[in-house]
């Protein structure tokens, strides 16, 4: 019947029209320039600092647009399922209606989000791939050394002195 062998039923949604709206009418801001406006372009440190949240973005909005579209097709296959079982039965026609109106504003509540979730996600892909010249999920992530360094414990005191007179300077107090 469907490829879409997951279960248990997605989480419900209190839901009607007027959230469909309300959430269809925000996907369709302009998310680029609305997470954009999270980085200064003309400061490297902050565009720098910037490239793990605007990753996490990313991330978390392709994992929600991945479960927000098995959602709306488990609504829309489960709806077709009791078109076919229960829209047929005589007895309990009213039951079948109310069943089906609900699966049908579960699945636009789950399409709505799943619009919304993927135009932030197209946003902060190109954002990342303009500032830093690289798709976000070709970001390697920076791992701690293994190597063994000299700390100040290591130090002899000439060392040591010559390391704190040399920070002094720096710093200036």
Not at 9 to 29: C, F, G, R, W, Y
Not at 42 to 71: A, G, H, K
Not at 76 to 104: C, L, P, W
Request: aromatic share 10%; glycine share 2%.
């Amino acid at each position: 019947m469907n490829n879409y062998n997951y279960e248990p039923k997605p989480k419900h949604l209190d839901t009607d029209e007027a959230n469909i709206q309300a959430i269809t009418m925000v996907a369709s801001q302009d998310w680029f320039q609305i997470i954009g406006c999270m980085v200064d372009e003309t400061s490297s440190v902050d565009v720098n600092y910037t490239q793990l949240i605007l990753w996490q973005i990313w991330n978390s909005s392709r994992q929600s647009v991945s479960v927000f579209n098995r959602n709306k097709q488990w609504y829309k296959d489960k709806s077709k399922e009791t078109f076919i079982d229960q829209r047929q039965s005589r007895s309990g026609q009213e039951i079948a209606e109310v069943n089906s109106d609900y699966m049908v504003l579960q699945g636009k509540t789950w399409n709505a989000l799943y619009d919304k979730y993927k135009a932030i996600n197209e946003a902060s892909e190109k954002l990342y791939i303009q500032l830093f010249d690289m798709h976000p999920k070709d970001r390697k992530i920076v791992k701690k050394s293994q190597g063994k360094m000299r700390t100040l414990n290591d130090l002899t005191p000439e060392e040591v002195q010559r390391v704190n007179q040399m920070n002094d300077q720096m710093f200036g107090y």
